[in-house]
């Protein structure tokens, strides 16, 4: 049996803009994972009389429900009592799980407000959904053939009850599944991908191939629905070659967080350290790096060296260098490439140094001008970028540290640089 | 009159899970900030039949619908088409935007390819919002008392569309403002906020107060509708003051962007620079204070000591302090925050070392033991952290950066560390 899903988000903060909608990420994924298709998305407000109506549209659409936020400790949680309401049942204190939440406010040193209370009140009937990661227990009943779950709203604590309470209530009720696959580009746009994907694109039904923009890289997602997994693999395989085979070494990988965490696999994978220098960026590829659990067996540290006398004493960066060719230029990107790895010991390291914005500099250099480096002791290359005002501080220091992935990535693999 | 405008995102990849509807949450601020009330938002797919039932749900119950997504160039982008079919629109193509897509290519050194075409595509009679920041134009026409918005769906495009044509469009719609202002808060949890706060939240409803939780801080959120701005702040300013005082110095600031915004700001004022070694936040705390324009006028650079090498090479960590006390101690955070501020010759520096996980160390230090130090030359002082295994690496490494800016702060201003 196809079973159909609709996200009901509750919370007037989601429709005055003060938070995004991460909840339904979270269970969308974990919904296609276990092939049930969802067709809707709401939101509405801590507002029982509009959360009603979106229950009553939701349940002549879907066969389950899945609401998210309300079942906090202040006034204005209401999910569960208006879900009750329209659903005809009613609330039940429980004891037990009163005391689950007092000692969890005692396991991290604080004492239970007293509005914490009504977290403790549950539908008759339901099946609890107690929450290890903070207070408000979630549930989940069957009425009219229609499934209704209840999640808490902070992500954190949503993303941790869906997949190991609600995933596992959920999953008795599917057969099929649907896989996807996603192959994740660098260095190529999505129209130009799209252009040449387009008959695939067009025309599959199962599987099907799609594109998507995303920060500074896009991806192709290839998806099949089967009976099992080993089928919708089988699916899979060749549209996945196809891929790679049309678009060529701009693929980085398939179902791969990040560029970085293909490069760190890499190194790993060859026994090699990294270390990065980082002026414009400042700290953001040491940051991505140590992201990855584990980023100690590869990375060693770096130097965010955000002004000149930090390039000289860290670096040792020449300071004529820097006062005859100025601070972003090829020499001093590859001098803070070379001194950040005799600094911190590693086989290779990389540099940036750039202008990320508001401001250009003296030499005429304008902003989004970026210098990347990398040198691996035996040389070293270093690959100018325009990456151009108009798109912001943010994307220029983004798109600077995926070039070093690429950068690296490419050294690694021996592609063309 | 009041307006009330519904939000409608079109895209599977958003039921899929690939994406969070970040759109949503950027031009519900913005309505918020124009006094327009948002009681939905809606998530469809790429399908025409759903796109039109959502439609007619939404035409009955707002006046102003906003669509974002589906105005791009592949052939599942159909918004416009179902658009214009549900409120009996032709489109016509236009030349003259054909020509600025191209050039928007041949700018960023592209060739156009032909697919894009349809985006010059737009509803008769429409008005058109050309987008400077990517290919595809908006638009917006009004039919039987409802103005319908089309704007491009990749969160960038959308955003700046909003600010800079849908927003003007809308304007002359309204009346009256909204005005907010939000109390950020560190050192407090969600629950105790809002038991000391929870008259004013629960009697007040102009103005009102709402709590919210974020990673690792809270907010409260002061809201007054009024005829004119002046007015609302009129309301809003009694009222914010109350929350200061009931608070106390846990709230770090109104209306900034973040707690490295205000310590940014207050070593401006006081013409102090800052420099950073962090161990297991691998970069963040350089991350976040250059994510700010402007950062080179304080923050100087740092070390990302990621080995016990680099804490001794860069910073001169001495050897035997690192043998004997371990890197995760009180002396060596020390050790690393005075080793920065000489390396870096800033005026302050900070330090983090800690475990964040999946490990802990093989002195019984579990994971969530970070020490955070602080070197101001005539003095320096260390908090230890024990901020807990259950959260995860990203938790516990924002989490130390928080107390390294609520330590910068607290000593800034003389308040009790």
Same mark, same amino acid.
């Given at each position: 049996?196809?079973?159909?899903?609709?996200?009901?988000?509750?919370?007037?903060?989601?429709?005055?803009?003060?938070?995004?909608?991460?909840?339904?990420?979270?269970?969308?994924?974990?919904?296609?994972?276990?092939?049930?298709?969802?067709?809707?998305?709401?939101?509405?407000?801590?507002?029982?009389?509009?959360?009603?109506?979106?229950?009553?549209?939701?349940?002549?659409?879907?066969?389950?429900?899945?609401?998210?936020?309300?079942?906090?400790?202040?006034?204005?949680?209401?999910?569960?009592?208006?879900?009750?309401?329209?659903?005809?049942?009613?609330?039940?204190?429980?004891?037990?799980?009163?005391?689950?939440?007092?000692?969890?406010?005692?396991?991290?040193?604080?004492?239970?407000?007293?509005?914490?209370?009504?977290?403790?009140?549950?539908?008759?009937?339901?099946?609890?959904?107690?929450?290890?990661?903070?207070?408000?227990?979630?549930?989940?009943?069957?009425?009219?053939?229609?499934?209704?779950?209840?999640?808490?709203?902070?992500?954190?604590?949503?993303?941790?009850?869906?997949?190991?309470?609600?995933?596992?209530?959920?999953?008795?009720?599917?057969?099929?599944?649907?896989?996807?696959?996603?192959?994740?580009?660098?260095?190529?746009?999505?129209?130009?991908?799209?252009?040449?994907?387009?008959?695939?694109?067009?025309?599959?039904?199962?599987?099907?191939?799609?594109?998507?923009?995303?920060?500074?890289?896009?991806?192709?997602?290839?998806?099949?629905?089967?009976?099992?997994?080993?089928?919708?693999?089988?699916?899979?395989?060749?549209?996945?070659?196809?891929?790679?085979?049309?678009?060529?070494?701009?693929?980085?990988?398939?179902?791969?967080?990040?560029?970085?965490?293909?490069?760190?696999?890499?190194?790993?994978? !060859?026994?090699?350290?990294?270390? *990065? +220098?980082?002026?414009?960026?400042?700290? #953001?590829?040491?940051? /991505? =790096?140590?992201? &990855? %659990?584990?980023?100690?067996?590869?990375?060693?540290?770096?130097?965010?060296?955000?002004?000149?006398?930090?390039?000289?004493?860290?670096?040792?960066?020449?300071?004529?260098?820097?006062?005859?060719?100025?601070?972003?230029?090829?020499?001093?990107?590859?001098?803070?490439?070379?001194?950040?790895?005799?600094?911190?010991?590693?086989?290779?390291?990389?540099?940036?140094?750039?202008?990320?914005?508001?401001?250009?500099?003296?030499?005429?250099?304008?902003?989004?001008?970026?210098?990347?480096?990398?040198?691996?002791?035996?040389?070293?290359?270093?690959?100018?970028?325009?990456?151009?005002?108009?798109?912001? !501080?943010?994307?220029?220091?983004? *798109? +600077?540290?995926?070039?070093?992935?690429? #950068?690296?990535?490419? /050294? =690694?693999?021996? &592609? %063309?640089?």
């Amino acid at each position: 049996m196809n079973h159909t899903a609709e996200l009901i988000a509750v919370g007037t903060e989601l429709l005055l803009g003060n938070i995004a909608n991460l909840d339904a990420q979270i269970i969308s994924q974990g919904l296609s994972a276990l092939g049930i298709t969802v067709h809707y998305h709401t939101v509405v407000g801590d507002n029982p009389q509009r959360l009603a109506d979106a229950l009553d549209v939701a349940r002549k659409r879907a066969d389950i429900i899945i609401t998210t936020g309300g079942l906090g400790p202040t006034y204005d949680d209401l999910t569960k009592q208006t879900i009750c309401q329209a659903f005809g049942r009613e609330l039940q204190f429980h004891p037990d799980i009163l005391e689950t939440i007092r000692a969890y406010f005692a396991r991290t040193g604080r004492t239970m407000p007293e509005n914490n209370r009504q977290q403790a009140m549950l539908p008759v009937g339901c099946t609890i959904f107690d929450n290890p990661v903070g207070t408000a227990p979630g549930c989940a009943f069957c009425e009219d053939g229609v499934h209704v779950l209840m999640l808490p709203g902070p992500p954190r604590e949503c993303r941790y009850m869906f997949e190991h309470k609600a995933v596992p209530y959920l999953a008795f009720l599917t057969d099929g599944v649907i896989v996807s696959h996603e192959i994740r580009i660098f260095g190529m746009g999505e129209s130009h991908v799209e252009a040449r994907l387009r008959e695939a694109m067009t025309t599959l039904t199962n599987p099907t191939l799609a594109p998507y923009a995303k920060e500074n890289e896009c991806m192709v997602r290839a998806t099949a629905k089967a009976p099992d997994r080993a089928a919708a693999e089988e699916m899979l395989r060749p549209l996945v070659e196809q891929v790679r085979e049309t678009l060529g070494d701009v693929v980085y990988g398939v179902d791969v967080g990040s560029l970085e965490e293909v490069v760190s696999g890499l190194l790993r994978e !060859r026994g090699l350290t990294l270390s *990065a +220098a980082e002026s414009c960026t400042g700290g #953001l590829i040491a940051k /991505r =790096l140590t992201d &990855l %659990p584990g980023a100690s067996q590869v990375f060693r540290g770096g130097v965010v060296s955000y002004t000149n006398e930090v390039k000289t004493a860290a670096l040792g960066v020449p300071e004529d260098l820097l006062a005859e060719r100025g601070a972003v230029s090829e020499p001093v990107a590859l001098a803070m490439a070379a001194g950040c790895r005799r600094l911190c010991g590693s086989d290779l390291a990389v540099s940036v140094t750039g202008l990320a914005g508001p401001e250009g500099d003296d030499r005429g250099n304008a902003v989004g001008t970026v210098f990347v480096a990398l040198d691996w002791g035996d040389g070293a290359l270093c690959r100018r970028l325009d990456l151009g005002p108009g798109r912001g !501080r943010e994307h220029i220091r983004n *798109a +600077a540290a995926q070039h070093v992935f690429d #950068l690296l990535r490419r /050294r =690694l693999l021996g &592609l %063309p640089v």
